[in-house]
T-cell receptor
């Protein structure tokens, strides 16, 4: 059974600092990995999706890397802003439909 | 942009009531999902549908049923609501994701259900 772990559970940084969020998974036989953002009381917003054949994806200030062999993905957010405060979740998809979600990292960016 | 719309953002129901949660997506996705999200338990899959009238049980289907009569609409039904079904319910949709198609998952805004 796929286990997805996100450490740390919470993170507080001053505005302008770069954020590094980690996601680890136990089974490297994945189809893709997706990063989401969730604001309190809201649904999940897709940030980046990395296919298993890719090493990284970038969108604006966000960059996600994937190392399947070591079972790790990292989400980098450059020059953090207070508006980046949210919970960030990663989800790993095997070759079927059953995604496995991490518990998330709650980020607070202090102005 | 893909849009997944959950018709009710907040609901308050009584124990024993029948509850319908509706979800509509506008991107012709084959796959639709219902999850519930609880503090400390994360997201758990209730049901999955990969085509009209097709469904599969997820990890926690007990106490729930689903209906998919049209491709764009996926309904979650609580036949007799109980207090332990108080939760945030999240609908999602995706393409199947084979042959180079991404299979990116898109979520709705969520439905916060309180059962008294």
């Amino acid at each position: 059974k796929q286990e997805v772990t996100q450490i740390p559970a919470a993170l507080s940084v001053p505005e302008g600092e770069n954020l590094v969020l980690n996601c680890s998974f136990t089974d490297s036989a994945i189809y893709n990995l997706q990063w989401f953002r969730q604001d309190p009381g809201k649904g999940l917003t897709s940030l980046l999706l990395i296919q298993s054949s890719q090493r990284e994806q970038t969108s604006g200030r966000l960059n996600a890397s994937l190392d399947k062999s070591s079972g790790r993905s990292t989400l980098y957010i450059a020059a953090s802003q207070p508006g980046d405060s949210a919970t960030y979740l990663c989800a790993v998809r095997p070759n079927d439909y059953k995604l496995s979600f991490g518990a998330g990292t709650t980020v607070t960016v202090r102005a | 942009d893909v849009k997944v719309t959950q018709s009710s953002r907040y609901l308050v129901k009584r124990t024993g009531e029948k509850v319908f949660l509706e979800c509509v997506q506008d991107m012709d996705h084959e796959n639709m999902f219902w999850y519930r999200q609880d503090p400390g338990l994360g997201l758990r899959l209730i049901y999955f549908s990969y085509d009209v009238k097709m469904k599969e049980k997820g990890d926690i289907p007990e106490g729930y049923s689903v209906s998919r009569e049209k491709k764009e609409r996926f309904s979650l039904i609580l036949e007799s609501a109980s207090t332990n079904q108080t939760s945030m319910y999240l609908c999602a949709s995706s393409l199947w994701g084979t042959g180079g198609i991404s299979g990116e998952l898109f979520f709705g805004e969520g439905s916060r259900l309180t059962v008294l």
